[in-house]
């Protein structure tokens, strides 16, 4: 009896410790959702449908700033990288027609993105130029390009393709009341990410990640190859990108040349999602949560009809907010 | 940990108490804009509030006016679902892009308004400035006014967006009916100020042969580019902004047109709605306003600006302030900016 809390103490401090800020936006999120629900009593599994078919880009834009970023990198061509994989996709899908070709345009349009990202890769470790700065340089040549593919907005979105982020979950053998509250959208997303980034994280390349994030001297003494990791690193980056690229012309069912909002955004749920910026630090699940939380925020600002000028600010604030109070955390775990 | 959930928590209490409650049997109208900033833009959410106010129909508005994408559009679009609105006025990002939304709104029997661009989708109505016929007049005056001969740069506005498109094709449409005229730069502004000068400046830097201008709206900004560089002025067109038609009076030497392209459009898109609420509806889905040309090389069009001009208002916003027949706010109350409960 007495023996038995002892004992689960340090277990229950480690598992804290290392995914208290995970929980804590787990633990946000419900809170936020609850809100929701409060304010707007009909909220339901229409209105979760919508909120996770909205995140879809941010995620997958989230989830390849957050690699980069982990390998001590950031990718400021990341929204431009996801306006020319949609308007790739757009322009194949067209063209494609409504079969099994559709799977090859897919195919096509992560190569571009892999494309992308190795050429940003390879300039940083060729170059020897700050990360920032050749990504800052590829946000212009990126948006060129999409332009160069598509002037205007067209194209297509292949019709089984975006029916499959639509509605709720169904599984065979099941009543369909079981999953409504699950949307197909977020099993979509949760198994291209999954299937991503668990392999990812076990593997030697995860690692180097890590390592040469955390450290880069110490990370090639240990005979991690820095430019070949840097390289897959934004070449991973590329391919996320894609995916986020793809994701906004299903939605839309065209592709646009012009980039959306996704870089500050992306870089927002890094690090409202607990990944350092200097790299070496963090995970995935967190800065997803983030992307959840802030498209929450915006659908109850919304809501709640708050002035449109005054709901930037606040969720600059509340972004402030939460990284500070995290911030000050650390500190005071640290100090004890 | 706990204590910032709770910050989060009262900080959104605090705006609910403050959100004011639905009156019965009147309507409350979500608004979906993905511009801001931008003067014309500014005037158009302005009209829909002071109509909103005007009418004396609607309880609230629920404005998501932001700098997104379209994809960014459909998720306001379904907020505003969420939200329980009883109408949409939006401003689409896109003609194609938004229809799986608006569908959603339409068959949740809400009335979906499109303004200043059009949407394809069926179920929505639309009621918009005609932008190919903007671009249309304007170029013509200009060739016109060139004699049919000359070098004209052309400053569009953003690539890739579809009012710039539907100029474009207006644009090009005139330069067809005069063989001799020559686009010696064609650029995109984006419609920002800053952007539109400095590449007027750097052309006439250059020594570029200029003979005419035709601007997306971006105009008080090019007269200012000739002004400064001491440049002899040429046929400068532009839209009906407070700055460039206040410019088309007073700047010696200045001629020039202004073409009508009102940001009031937001509140007619507001009566529009109330008209179908109330079981009015158009005959046609799609109602265009036309624009006009004032042109201060004549007598007439010199009195029509006389009359238009406003001193009162910002530069970049548009003169025609309001519109015969749709909006009924007065000049205070669109530049007061208010909507109702606020």
Excluded at chain 1, 272 to 277: E, K
Excluded at chain 2, 101 to 125: K, L, N, P, Y
């Amino acid at each position: 009896m007495t023996a038995r809390p002892v004992a689960a103490r340090p277990s229950v401090a480690i598992v804290a410790a290392r995914h208290g800020w995970t929980l804590g936006l787990a633990v946000l999120l419900a809170l936020l959702l609850a809100l929701t629900k409060i304010i707007q009593p009909a909220f339901g599994a229409t209105g979760l449908e919508a909120l996770v078919r909205a995140a879809l880009p941010f995620a997958f834009a989230t989830a390849a700033m957050t690699v980069v970023v982990i390998a001590g990198g950031i990718d400021l061509s990341v929204a431009s990288m996801m306006a020319v994989a949609g308007v790739t996709g757009a322009v194949l899908m067209q063209n494609a027609g409504d079969g099994a070709g559709a799977l090859l345009a897919v195919g096509a349009v992560l190569l571009v993105g892999a494309a992308m990202g190795a050429t940003n890769g390879l300039l940083i470790v060729g170059t020897r130029l700050p990360d920032i700065v050749v990504t800052l340089a590829m946000l212009f040549v990126w948006e060129g390009v999409a332009l160069l593919i598509l002037r205007a907005p067209g194209g297509a979105a292949t019709p089984w393709l975006r029916e499959l982020v639509v509605g709720p979950l169904v599984i065979p053998g099941l009543p369909p009341a079981a999953t409504a509250l699950v949307p197909q959208a977020l099993l979509v997303l949760a198994v291209i990410l999954a299937a991503i980034w668990l392999p990812l994280r076990r593997s030697r390349l995860g690692l180097g990640i890590y390592a040469v994030g955390s450290d880069e001297t110490a990370a090639f003494r240990s005979g991690v190859s820095i430019g070949a990791t840097k390289v897959a690193a934004y070449t991973l980056a590329g391919v996320l990108a894609a995916l986020g690229g793809l994701s906004v012309t299903l939605a839309t069912g065209i592709g646009e040349p012009i980039p959306g909002p996704y870089l500050l955004a992306s870089v927002a749920a890094v690090v409202l999602g607990g990944v350092a910026l200097g790299g070496g630090r963090g995970g995935l699940l967190g800065p997803l949560l983030a992307v959840f939380i802030l498209r929450v925020v915006r659908l109850d600002l919304t809501l709640l009809a708050v002035d449109p000028n005054v709901t930037t600010i606040i969720e600059g604030t509340i972004m402030a907010a939460v990284v500070m109070a995290g911030g000050l955390l650390a500190m005071r775990e640290r100090r004890s | 940990m706990t204590r910032r959930i709770s910050a989060a928590a009262a900080l959104a209490l605090a705006a609910a108490l403050g959100a004011p409650a639905a009156a019965q049997d009147m309507f409350t109208i979500g608004v979906s804009n993905t511009v801001q900033g931008n003067g014309w833009r500014e005037q158009m959410i302005c009209a829909i509030r002071a109509q909103a106010l005007d009418s004396g129909q609607v309880a609230s508005l629920n404005v998501a006016h932001r700098n997104t994408d379209a994809a960014g559009q459909l998720e306001d679009i379904r907020n505003l679902i969420q939200a329980g609105v009883d109408a949409i006025v939006v401003n689409p990002a896109s003609p194609d892009a938004l229809n799986d939304a608006i569908r959603e709104a339409t068959a949740a029997g809400i009335v979906v308004v499109a303004v200043d661009q059009a949407v394809s989708e069926e179920s929505a109505f639309v009621i918009s400035n005609d932008q190919e016929q903007y671009a249309y007049l304007g170029a013509r005056w200009l060739f016109e006014q060139l004699g049919g001969e000359g070098d004209v740069v052309y400053m569009r506005g953003a690539a890739g967006a579809s009012a710039d498109e539907d100029r474009d094709r207006g644009f090009r449409r005139a330069l067809e009916e005069f063989p001799n005229i020559r686009i010696a730069q064609e650029v995109f502004t984006g419609w920002q100020q800053d952007q539109g000068k400095q590449q007027m400046l750097d052309y006439l830097a250059s020594g570029l042969p200029v003979d005419g201008v035709w601007t997306s709206g971006i105009d008080n900004v090019i007269v200012d580019a000739f002004l400064e560089s001491g440049e002899p002025l040429v046929p400068i067109v532009g839209a009906d902004n407070a700055g460039f038609v206040e410019q088309l009076l007073t700047v010696d030497g200045l001629v020039g047109a202004a073409v009508t392209n009102p940001g009031s459009i937001g509140g007619a898109g507001v009566t529009l709605a109330l008209q179908i609420l109330n079981g009015e509806s158009p005959e046609e889905r799609v109602v265009t306003v036309t624009p006009e040309l004032w042109t201060n090389a004549t007598e007439e069009g010199r009195a029509r600006i006389e009359e238009a001009r406003n001193p009162d208002l910002d530069p970049e916003w548009p003169v025609s302030v309001s519109i015969p027949g749709w909006t009924t706010y007065s000049m205070e109350e669109i530049i007061a900016c208010r909507g109702p409960g606020e």
